[in-house]
C-alpha cells in the first residue's frame, strides 16, 4: 500500500529547487511535452488574420522570386 503526502505548489517549487540539473531538466521536458498542444492552440489562435490574402501572399512570393532571378542574372553578367 502506497502512502501519499498531498504537496501545495510551492512545496513542489521547493523540491525541485533541490534536484540535480538532469532531473530539472527531465521535469522540464515532461512539462513542455504534456503542455505542448495547449501552447499550439493558443499560437495558431493568435497567429489567426484575415488581413493577407492567398494573392496577396502569391503577388509577395513572385516579387521576391523576381527579385533574386535579376540579382542572379546580375552577378553572372559581372
Not at 530539472?24 to 498542444?37: A, C, G, S, V
Not at 503577388?59 to 553572372?76: G, H, I, L, M
Amino acid at each position: 500500500m502506497e502512502n501519499t503526502v498531498p504537496l501545495n505548489f510551492e512545496q513542489i517549487k521547493k523540491l525541485i529547487i533541490n534536484f540535480e540539473l538532469e532531473k530539472k531538466i527531465e521535469i522540464i521536458k515532461m512539462l513542455e511535452n504534456d503542455t505542448f498542444p495547449d501552447r499550439f492552440a493558443r499560437f495558431l489562435e493568435q497567429m489567426k488574420t484575415d488581413e493577407i490574402t492567398f494573392d496577396e501572399i502569391t503577388s509577395e512570393v513572385e516579387f521576391v522570386r523576381e527579385k533574386r532571378y535579376e540579382e542572379k542574372k546580375n552577378k553572372n553578367c559581372n
